[in-house]
């Protein structure tokens, strides 16, 4: 039997930590967190990114992240704390539990995504090639 995507999404959120605004703005504020936004490059372009992340598409995540693979990024550390988003939490629920797989002990993602940042009147910015 399958399952939809909504279906996939709904157990992710229940498999892993679904942080808020004001959660992740904290953990931000420590400086010890890896951000990390999944969104594809147009999203980054015409909605700009939470200041600090790190840029990595959802379709390279797991090739940039698993110290093992060629394509590994050092911004990726799998002892180190990981917030995840993307543009409302689905995406990066899912992520967040395919880099658990991985071997991240402290993987999480920011419920309601960069929808919920912006909503609650958070910064975004934009870098230099981000915006048109």
Known sequence: ?????NQLVARAREQVRNLSVAEV?????TGTVTLVDLREPDEVQREGTIP???????GM???W???ASPY???EFDPSAPTILYCASGGRSALAA???QALGYADVSHLDGGLAAWKA???PVTFRAGDAS
Do not use: I, K, Q
């Open 52 to 58: 600090e992340a790190v840029r990595a598409p959802r």
């Open 72 to 74: 590994h990024r050092t």
């Open 65 to 67: 992240a698993d110290p």
């Open 97 to 99: 539990r395919t880099l």
């Open 61 to 63: 995540l797991e090739f």
């Open 120 to 122: 609650d009147g958070r």
């Open 1 to 5: 039997m399958s399952e939809s995507v």
């Open 25 to 29: 703005a904290e953990a931000l504020e």
